[in-house]
């Protein structure tokens, strides 16, 4: 076989229609949106032994707080259950059970034995917490997608949705529901709603922050809060404080008038901690910044961490607060300072509400820790000891 | 790198989106536009740089006919061929690749400006260089019953049309800007020839079929950068343009029948 001699025209055509090849695969592969996932882990403590329940994506895990290993499951006469290849079998919720669900939404706990779980599916699962098994594989049907916690008072949950407003579904036992209101709104709800004295507050994707009749759905009040808003609001001594992507944190009265404000370099998503007469907050620019709340706002200390910012809230604990940044930076700063005392790189990107789990002797757990959930389903937890950032495990190991 | 090209035009299509009244769309529209302005320069001298190799193809191929035996003495003739007319045969190659980067951005822009969801939002504050811009997020993502950030097939039947419309104007645009060939002497079409035919078939179906799973605001943003290469290839190729509407189609280097009392060339 001789090789074919090509001429320059003929090297540059083929060099054209390869370049046009080119582009075409450059063009599909830029097609892949820049972030295909929706949302990141939500986590809960449920019981005595405050075992950790983290939704992310197709799964739902429980987790022991004492090693981070996964709920061994057992069967009826209190042994480990194994599969074929002799493992362990864990507590997991996953899409293999409801075909299709992704979960952002922490599960709540409806009965004794019973979980709720919403869904990004647009549907409300129960699940039976000593066996993880989905009681009724195909869910009730929501209006919208949840990709954030859900609140409840009494048999009522009021679930946000990812499109589409606010909805309370009331429980009725047996795993059955109903749709008791449905406050509908173009834009989004991404974050728990606070209920509180009959009240659902909430502030949505479309600048406002809403109150509500927890009872019937009626609109209480709006207030613009000038930019978008990603988080719960905290209520403090009748005042809830809410920040927006307007980069501005507002104080707001149960009235639903802005009573003060403080702006802030960058967007701020999480929601505030307070603590004493100290509201602690970050941005979306890498920076905290600790507030005097009896005194109009007055700025006590500023933090600048840089990088690429803080999505999720601050964690106030003893004389530390304690942030996760994007950067995948831990820091633990002087609550009344705000120094850095010391800090932990988990070199992936960190977005969900860090988990604070306190002392608790029917827990066996001796020391306060703090659980990282990363956006790393390898590496999908990281706990620390809260006072001197001691790494006590990760899951999966 | 890429935020250097993304994060402008993220801030600029927002700041249009500010200033034509929350409509997304003629702002997407409008930034199309101003981008392939910016780049004609560029694409005009890819399109001069393919119509000058067009113009060669004749006394290239006999060259190839002359040489075909010699292919150290055919390479000297053709770089000789390239001088004498000053052309560079991979002149055309420069402004592609100076270009593309920015019509990828461009096209990442959107779905950035578009941001539905936690993730995509929170990657989008990053990206926003003007502080007042905050206010206006999120953008609106409906259009005329329209949700943007979702795919045609998601939406109401006539968001159908955006697909179709895709398919026709890359169609339209590849047959201009694809290169050329001609025919061997045998006046069989030759093997680049069938390939610049494979693809202007194939590209504009791709594209077509691809727009069925974007978001209907990328496929607006398809159409109108076809439109845009087509425009632009009337203004500088407006002969292309003409033979492309012709049966007899000059632009793919289809014999043309010559004037009535021209000679006939024989070839050497």
Redesign the interface.
Known sequence: MTGE?L????S??????L??LL??I???A??V???I????ASMTTLGDNQNIFIAFKDRVLQISPINGAGIPLLNSQGEERVDEQGNVRTWVVSNQQVEGAQFFSAPLLIEENTLLLPAYNERLYTVDLSTARVNNTNGEAIPGGV??NAAYVDNVYYLPL??GGVVAMEYLGEDQFTEKWHFEL??GV?SAPLVADGVVYFGA???NLYALDAETGEELWRVDL???I?STPRLYNDRLYVGS???KLFVISLNGEIVDEFSTD??I?GTPAIAGNTAYIAD?GGSVYALDISDDLNLIWRKDLGG??I?ANPLVYEDIVLVAS?DGLVYWLDRNTGEEIFNRNLEVEL?ADPLLIEPSEEAGITDAMVVIATTDINRLLVAYQFDNGLKLWTHPR | MWDLILNPLVTILTALYSLFNNDIVLSIVVLTIIIRLVTWPLTAQQQRSAKQ?QE??PK?KK??EKYKND?EK??QA??EL?REHGVN??G??LP?LIQ?PIL?GL??TI??ALA????????L??RLLV?GL??L??INR?WFGMDLTLPPTANPQYALLLPLLVLVTSWLQSKLS??T?SNDDDGEPNQ?QA??RS?TTI?PL?FGF?SLS?SVG?SIYFIVSNLMTIFQYGIVGKGRLNGLLKRGNAAEGEVVPAPKGAKKSKAR
């Open positions: 001699i001429t320059p025209s003929q540059f055509s083929r060099m054209r229609l370049g046009a582009i075409v450059l063009v599909a830029a097609c949106s820049p972030r996932d929706v949302s990141w990709i954030t990812i499109h173009d834009d991404w994707i479309d600048h000038e930019g978008g990603g992507f307007s980069r960058h967007w998503w979306l690429r910012g999505r994007r977005l | 190799m060669l193809q290239l060259l190839q292919r055919l390479a053709q770089m390239y045969p991979f055309g190659c592609l593309f990828i096209y990442q779905l950035f539905s969801t936690p993730f995509q939002l929170v990657d504050s990053q502080p905050d206010g997020i999120p409906f694809l290169p060939a680049a390939m610049t693809m590209m791709m691809l974007f990328l």
